[in-house]
């Protein structure tokens, strides 16, 4: 019997060491490391220039004057888009609205000549210009009167209505 007394802790032993595993094997562990972004140092990556550097294109000169076309220019760092509501009969009052969209800076230093679908922009006095940027800032500018407005003149030589928009 004491036999028996001496193996019984052994077979104990054997029994809980192999429950321990079985529920120990339905566990999913997994351990990571993830180094210190802050204290790493930057590495360093030389590269040699694939292509050799080329001369900016010669500037575009400005479009034909037009007539009582509309030059505009956006000097402000907003999208903006310009409207312009003109009437094509004075008699019958028959409304037209056209729009264009400007990027900020577009056409900042000679402006551009707008036209419509159909062919060339030709303002008579009383088309109304409205400008409002498009970047959610609530900016506007005008309503511009064409022969009524300060801000809208026209050029002497090329008779083109010109618009410049500044912030």
Known sequence: MSIHIKILPFFLAIAIGIVGAVILSQLQISFWWEPN????????IEAEPTTTP???PPPIPPQEPQRDGLRVSNQTSYPLRIVLLNYSDRSSQEEHTTHWDFAPMEGNIQGLLLS???????????DILMA??????????GPYIIGESQQ????????????TLRP
């Not at 972004?37 to 360093?44: E, K, R, S, Y």
């Open 37 to 44: 972004i802050v204290d790493a140092p930057t590495p360093l």
């Open 54 to 56: 080329t001369a900016l």
């Open 116 to 126: 419509l679908p159909e062919g060339n922009l030709r303002l008579k006095s009383g």
């Open 132 to 141: 409002f940027s498009l970047d959610g800032s609530k900016r506007y500018w």
């Open 152 to 163: 809208l003149q026209q050029d002497s030589q090329t008779q083109e209505w010109q618009l």
